[in-house]
């Protein structure tokens, strides 16, 4: 599986961006997801989303400025995010999950993708 994320870019507080996220293969995936990484900092958790189904996951940080969705048919996530803040800064990745069960978007992910960098200035 090989992942291609997208749409990164400049912008000012409060600003919205869309990030995408292409899939080579879908197989065996069983959800996908977004992750960032701040400048000296960890690697965090973003948001999830189920491959099948509407199942949906938030860290507490983006709950209600950002919304995961996907199109199956087109092999593609995205996360939209709307008043983005100066601490959203970060090289967005995009994984999928070969996990199983309800807490697979709590299991390492199997495939990553290069990263999109977001900047959100003041």
């Known amino acids: 599986v090989q992942l291609q994320a997208s749409g990164g870019g400049l912008v000012q507080t409060g600003d919205s961006l869309r990030l995408s996220c292409v899939a080579s293969g879908t197989r065996g995936i069983a959800g996908m997801g977004w992750f960032r990484q701040a400048p000296g900092k960890e690697r965090e958790f973003v948001a999830a989303?189920?491959?099948?189904?509407?199942?949906?996951y938030y860290s507490d940080f983006v709950k209600g400025r950002f919304a995961i969705s996907r199109d199956n048919a087109k092999n593609t996530v995205w996360l939209q995010m709307n008043g983005l803040k100066v601490e959203d800064t970060a090289v967005y990745y995009c994984?999928?999950?070969?996990?199983?069960?309800?807490?697979?978007?709590?299991?390492?992910?199997?495939?990553w993708g290069q990263g999109t960098l977001v900047t959100v200035s003041s």
């Open positions: 989303i189920s491959w099948t189904g509407s199942s949906t």
């Open positions: 994984a999928s999950s070969l996990a199983a069960g309800s807490s697979w978007y709590k299991e390492p992910f199997a495939y």
